[in-house]
């Protein structure tokens, strides 16, 4: 795997971060069924990947190109309300602060893809700032109504 000292700290501080939120969440949640049902198929997703990267040749590669995949689903989540800001015309139902850190986070990753001349990090944070984009002009050409 990728020995770069400063992307293993800031992901296991982020995947740390994460993981606090879901215990929190879970702590919280009132109707637990569909959450263990969810929490179950990441399971054995999780499982089902890391056989197939495991027995690999070049487990790297593999590894890399998935969580391009996955980062780039995650940053993509939002554009499901799209539809709903077209036919309503405001952008009211989208999440700004998450679009926005997204694009700021995948700005940074970006660059600093290109300084250690990494292209994972960097076509992949490329695109994730272009989807950002897209996603934060929607909130120019559709602003949220005020509430009457």
Not at 6 to 26: A, D, H, K, P, R
């Amino acid at each position: 795997m990728l020995s770069d000292e400063t992307m293993i700290f800031v992901n296991t501080i982020g995947l740390s971060l994460q993981v606090l939120y879901l215990i929190w969440f879970y702590a919280f949640t009132g109707k637990r069924g569909p959450l263990n049902r969810q929490i179950g198929y990441l399971l054995v997703i999780l499982a089902s990947v890391s056989m197939v990267v495991e027995s690999r040749s070049d487990p790297t590669y593999l590894a890399g190109l998935l969580a391009c995949m996955a980062s780039l689903l995650c940053c993509s989540a939002p554009l499901v309300g799209v539809g709903e800001v077209l036919r309503t015309k405001s952008s009211e139902k989208l999440p700004f602060v998450l679009i926005a850190s997204s694009f700021v986070v995948s700005l940074m990753w970006l660059l600093y893809g290109l300084v250690i001349n990494d292209q994972f990090v960097s076509v992949t944070n490329g695109i994730a700032v272009l989807i950002s984009t897209v996603q934060l002009s929607l909130f120019v050409i559709y602003p949220t109504k005020a509430k009457t």
